[in-house]
């Protein structure tokens, strides 16, 4: 079974840092794209950041671009995400999701998400 | 940047009713359209990816239709379990992923 688990969510003040972890198992973590995906309170979801298997690529939305950084451990089965320079509007529960194998970029697992508040 | 819009925003619906939702693109994205569904504090799940393919274990009441800027999500008799709110993502390109605003489903 794909297990999907975050974790290193919380309270941070504006321009603090904070890195989520995804623990993976059920599958061959290091043949998958992965990806982060964002949710705020009431609000829609919003796609943040993926990287490929090898960690050679990884692509960003404009909004973070510069503040976040997207990582793996494949050794480790782990995703990471690092955010840094946060602000009040990254507020979200952020799920960490998995590239399905077909062609694209389509989540075909999730894990339960880990809320960041950014807040003073 | 890909916009995507839905509507409604919100629909009423009756148990057995058959329930359309409608996502506009706002340039061509061929067929490369999925759609998800969200119950209240759990993760989305997808049940339809290439604008009409059936992800593995999802009901065959549920069905994808349409291509270039106009895609349709079908139920066609809404069950008790289907009460949620339902987003629809374009994959166009794989470094520039955008949802639409979510069709809640709530209970008529």
């Known amino acids: 079974e794909v297990q999907l688990v975050e974790s290193g969510g919380g309270l941070v003040q504006p321009g603090g840092s904070l890195r989520l972890s995804c623990a993976a198992s059920g599958f061959p973590f290091s043949s998958y794209w992965m990806n982060w995906v964002r949710q705020a309170p009431g609000k829609g979801l919003e796609w943040v950041a993926n990287i490929n298997q090898d960690g050679s690529e990884k692509y960003y939305v404009d909004s973070v671009k510069g503040r976040f950084t997207i990582s793996r451990d494949n050794a480790k089965n782990s995703l990471y995400l690092q955010m840094s320079s946060l602000r009040v509007e990254d507020t979200a529960v952020y799920y960490c999701?998995?590239?399905?194998?077909?062609?694209?970029?389509?989540?075909?697992?999730w894990g339960r998400g880990t809320l960041v508040t950014v807040s003073s | 940047d890909i916009q995507m819009t839905q509507s409604p925003s919100t629909l009423s619906a009756s148990v057995g009713d058959r329930v359309t939702i409608t996502c506009r693109a706002s340039q061509s994205i061929s067929t490369w359209l999925a759609w998800y569904q969200q119950k209240p504090g759990k993760a989305p799940k997808l049940l339809i990816y290439k604008a009409s393919s059936l992800e593995s274990g999802v009901p065959s009441r549920f069905s994808g239709s349409g291509s270039g800027t106009e895609f349709t999500l079908t139920i066609s008799s809404l069950q008790p379990d289907d009460f949620a709110t339902y987003y629809c993502?374009?994959?166009?390109?794989?470094?520039?992923?955008?949802f639409g605003g979510g069709t809640k489903v709530e209970i008529k």
């Open positions: 999701a998995r590239d399905h194998s077909v062609p694209g970029v389509v989540f075909d697992s």
């Open positions: 993502q374009q994959y166009n390109s794989n470094s520039l992923l955008t």
